[in-house]
């Protein structure tokens, strides 16, 4: 029988090495998985690119993983969003590289990876300072330029309903870069807020199909303890 | 002669979009846009981090922390609207699916380059976003800006000093003192603020303007001017 829930999230992050390319889908602090980060900084690799839209927020999940010393780079569109500081202070110390990629051309060359693709012609950047240093081709008058797939080692996404197989749904707005990002990494590994039967998520509408995923950990409705937003849970709780 | 504010910027903006027009707005003025869309007609607002269907802030006890736009401010989808992940977000924004796009602007050339992603700050660490993207993809690209900087100089020049986040893509620019459309043959004056004539707004700006056949005064809801508008509590 196909099961990739894997009750202990520490299980689940256990052989992400040092040096791994980390997909880290999600758009301000909507969509990110939170939980699966913290595991992260709890697991001890170091040496890390992370691929995100951002660049991590107050002092929990990425922005921890940032003030602990243990990313390398970040490749990202926008790293200047709520409260950055983790991430400005590393910057500032030039103890980690920033790599600035235009959000569209982010979320296209994961999933020219994942398509299997080895690049793609873009006018986005094109005659700009991001496409200094790119080869650029002009198709039919327009000037493009080159783009190459990005692939991750891992990817941590962040779903809404999963089941055994690893088929998955988002909700809203917190669906952004996760369906791109759980088909572009070697490894999926996948949060989700309450597991379902197999069969009990309409065919239809299943957003990532299991083929992307191999594990999956049910990590509830909450945030981690330490995110901002812990409180209102545990207050409705309580 | 009073320059608009952002509020009648965006009011002015928001006249000229058409029924049934598929749009972008960007961060900061342009978002403002949403709210003059004239009633009863149909605008689609698409959010560059997949939603297309943008409704207006929500209400006490409707908020979703799932649900926000690309200004990361918490909004609501309108009846009919739907989510799309982030790579066709993108495909719909690069590959010409919008029908507009409303951006915000340093500075604008007059050949409708467009300098809106870094002001090159070595303080901090340079950010793009979707920037760069909507000033390709979008069918056609307007520009809501201030007319000039804090200092008085022109934003509108004959060559961005500013790193370019497009060349040649702006079609119109609302402005604080006009409405200029770029065209082949030069910007055009197409609308000034009450009091304001040609030569003193040339006086503001770089490129050399044309004065459009039968060109309009500015006729923005007074209510709007700063700062009665912040005032009545529109938070963005």
Same mark, same amino acid.
């Given at each position: 029988m196909i099961n990739k829930q894997i009750d202990d999230i520490r299980e689940a992050v256990n052989?992400?090495?040092?040096g791994a390319v980390v997909l880290v889908p999600g758009f301000g602090a909507v969509g990110i998985a939170d939980h699966l980060l913290e595991a992260l900084c709890d697991q001890g690799a170091t040496d890390l690119t992370i691929v995100a839209n951002n660049a991590g927020n107050d002092e929990h999940g990425l922005a921890r993983l940032i003030n602990l010393g243990r990313v390398r780079k970040v490749i990202c569109? %926008?790293?200047?969003?709520?409260?950055y500081s983790a991430f400005l202070n590393a910057y500032r110390a030039k103890t980690l590289e920033l790599e600035l990629v235009p959000q569209g051309t982010i979320s296209e060359r994961m999933r020219c990876a994942a398509a299997g693709l080895g690049g793609f012609f873009s006018?986005?950047?094109?005659?700009?300072?991001?496409?200094?240093g790119k080869e650029t081709r002009e198709i039919d008058g327009k000037l493009y330029v080159f783009e190459k797939p990005l692939r991750g080692d891992v990817a941590l996404v962040k779903a809404w309903r999963a089941d055994r197989w690893g088929n998955l749904t988002y909700r809203k707005s917190a669906r952004n870069f996760n369906p791109i990002c759980a088909q572009a990494a070697d490894l999926t590994i996948v949060e989700t807020a309450a597991m379902v039967e197999?069969?009990?998520?309409d065919p239809e509408t299943v957003?990532?199909?299991?083929?992307?995923?191999?594990r999956i950990v049910a990590v509830g409705e909450a945030p981690p303890k330490?995110?901002?937003? %812990?409180a209102k849970f545990a207050g409705a709780a309580a | 002669m009073t320059p608009l504010s952002r509020f009648q910027i965006a009011w002015r903006a928001a006249?000229?979009?058409?029924?049934?027009a598929y749009v972008n707005l960007g961060i900061g003025?342009?978002?403002?846009a949403a709210r003059y869309v004239p009633a009863g007609r149909e605008v689609i607002f698409h959010s #560059? =981090? +997949?939603?297309?269907g943008l409704g207006p802030a929500p209400q006490p006890g409707e908020e979703d922390e799932d649900l926000i736009d690309a200004g990361k401010n918490l909004t609501t989808l309108v009846r009919g609207g739907c989510y799309v992940h982030h790579a066709d977000a993108f495909l719909m924004i690069r590959g010409g699916h919008l029908d507009i796009s409303l951006l915000g602007a340093f500075e604008v050339s007059g050949t409708g380059d467009l300098a809106n992603?870094?002001?090159?700050?070595? =303080?901090f660490p340079p950010g793009v976003g979707g920037a760069m993207d909507l000033a390709v993809g979008a069918r056609q690209i307007r520009v809501l800006m201030?007319?000039?900087?804090?200092? +008085?100089?022109? /934003?509108?020049? =004959? /060559?961005? @000093?500013?790193?370019?986040? @497009? @060349? &040649?893509?702006?079609?119109?620019i609302y402005s604080s003192l006009a409405v200029i459309d770029v065209t082949p043959e030069g910007l055009v004056v197409v609308e000034m603020v009450p009091g304001m004539d040609i030569d003193r707004l040339q006086a503001l700006t770089e490129p050399k303007l044309m004065l459009a056949p +039968?060109? +309009?005064?500015?006729?923005?809801?007074? #209510?709007? &001017?700063?700062p009665a508008a912040k005032a009545a509590g529109q938070a963005a």
């Open positions: 052989d992400i090495r040092d569109s %926008y790293p200047r969003s709520g409260d006018p986005v950047s094109a005659g700009t300072r991001l496409a200094e197999l069969g009990a998520l957003m990532t199909p299991g083929i992307f995923v191999d330490n995110h901002p937003g %812990y | 006249q000229d979009l058409p029924e049934g003025m342009p978002t403002l #560059e =981090n +997949g939603v297309l992603w870094t002001t090159e700050d070595p =303080n201030d007319h000039v900087d804090k200092k +008085g100089k022109p /934003r509108i020049l =004959n /060559r961005c @000093a500013l790193p370019l986040t @497009a @060349a &040649g893509v702006v079609r119109r +039968g060109c +309009g005064v500015i006729a923005a809801p007074a #209510e709007l &001017g700063a």
